[in-house]
């Protein structure tokens, strides 16, 4: 019988950290493909406030968030130090590109955000977490951070307007779309993990459909309906049915650790 989605209170904390930084990154990403002149600010500057946001989400997790800044003593041994270092790096690059969007100050933020990337995988990537030891977490991670980062920054772009912006809405969807469609690719691999739980493989049915949904209708919603004012209520619809996929798959990627006993 499929279970239900239940996994630590503390956990849902890691969900919401881990899905609004990677958004964040995306953002970055998706943005560096924008045109140099009359560049769009406000996707580095709703990236920042995700940062900040991030930030504080993950303070949640820690038994004593009072004690935070101790985490960075262990740089060099310690991949969730890092981690907590790249929080800060990525959020200053991204502060850096809102105030200066020249091309050199956003292609860092992109470069620090997907090393930001790298860094979390290997948060998880430990060999007495079965469904996690893999380069397909670090893969999956980029493909949301793609797959959300490109559907936030369409959004962001089609209600902002300005020089440039139609550019970038089309590229920031494909964007979306490359990232959506590097987890189908990864979906099978995922598969056979997720197996090796008690999780219902119908859930990641679920998680898949629900994304789908939100990421072809806000890519079809944002492209096609170009300058019509109505169309931002049904892309920020869909773009929530996005992250809704999203967020069934993250806490479906916790069950996994958790049902191995760690």
């Known amino acids: ?8 209170h503390t956990e849902w904390s890691l969900v919401a950290y881990t899905l ?22 406000c ?8 940062m900040i946001g991030a930030a504080i989400l993950s303070l949640f997790h820690l038994g ?11 740089l060099f041994h310690s991949w969730l130090s890092r981690e907590i270092l790249f929080t800060g790096l ?36 430990m060999p007495t977490a079965v469904a996690w030891n893999s380069w397909v977490t670090t893969a999956s991670f980029l493909a949301t951070a793609l797959t959300l980062g490109g559907l936030c920054c369409a959004l962001i772009v089609g209600a902002c307007g300005g020089e440039g912006a139609p550019g970038l809405l ?8 490359v990232g959506f469609g590097l987890q189908c690719a990864l979906a099978v ?29 806000l890519g079809v919603v944002l492209l096609i309906r170009r300058g019509s004012i109505d169309r931002i209520p049904w892309a920020i619809l869909a773009l929530i049915v996005a992250l809704g996929g999203e967020v069934i798959g993250r ?5 996994a650790r958790t049902n191995f006993g760690l």
């Open 251 to 255: 806490a479906i990627f916790y069950m």
């Open 170 to 177: 089309a590229k920031a969807v494909i964007v979306a779309f």
């Open 1 to 8: 019988m499929p279970i239900a989605i239940a996994i630590p």
């Open 20 to 41: 609004t930084a990677q958004t964040a990154i995306g953002l970055a990403v998706a943005s560096l493909f924008a045109p140099n002149k009359r560049f769009p600010r």
């Open 189 to 217: 691999l995922q598969g056979s993990l997720i197996a090796q739980t008690d999780i219902s493989l119908s859930w990641v049915g679920v998680r898949f459909a629900v994304s789908f949904i939100g990421v072809i209708f």
């Open 64 to 74: 004593t968030p009072q004690h935070a800044m101790f985490t960075l003593n262990n």
């Open 43 to 50: 996707p580095y500057g709703i990236a920042v406030l995700l």
């Open 90 to 125: 990525f959020g200053a690059s991204a502060l850096l590109a809102a105030i200066k969007p020249r091309l050199p100050f956003r292609a860092l933020a992109a470069v620090v955000g997907l090393a930001f990337i790298a860094v979390m995988g290997f948060v998880y990537i």
